[in-house]
């Protein structure tokens, strides 16, 4: 189990852009995949974008290919989530969460063991 701590979520008007961090205090999150997860009103929490544990490659759902990236900060303290060209639809609560299954591209919630506690995200049309 690690502790995750999301940040950077608010309101932004259609077309905008924002960027979430994701930090374990004190921890190195280069030993885990990490997953961004969204979760709207009445739906299921779905998968947004991962970095693998140990290569380190990026993958997206696509909804969000080419319109958000993820990334580490060089320590491998932080994961960052970018997103670009934000629509109505992208309103959500958006969580970060730590994976160590071996699976190389883990995508289901229950390949996910640790978990933020979310962030806020809506885009105003």
């Known amino acids: 189990q690690v502790q995750l701590a999301e940040s950077g979520g608010g309101l932004v008007q259609a077309g905008g852009s924002l960027r979430l961090s994701c930090a374990a205090s004190g921890r190195t999150l280069r030993n885990y995949g990490i997953g961004w997860f969204r979760q709207a009103p009445g739906k299921e929490r779905e998968f947004v974008a991962g970095v693998a544990q140990s290569l380190g490659f990026t993958y997206y759902a696509d909804s969000v290919k080419g319109r958000f990236t993820i990334s580490r900060d060089n320590a491998g303290i932080t994961v960052f989530l970018q997103m670009n060209s934000l629509q109505p639809e992208d309103t959500a609560v958006y969580y970060c969460?730590?994976?160590?299954?071996?699976?190389?591209?883990?995508?289901?919630?229950?390949?996910?063991?640790?978990w933020g506690q979310g962030t806020q995200v809506t885009v105003s049309s």
């Open positions: 969460a730590a994976s160590s299954v071996a699976t190389l591209r883990p995508s289901l919630v229950t390949d996910f063991h640790s």
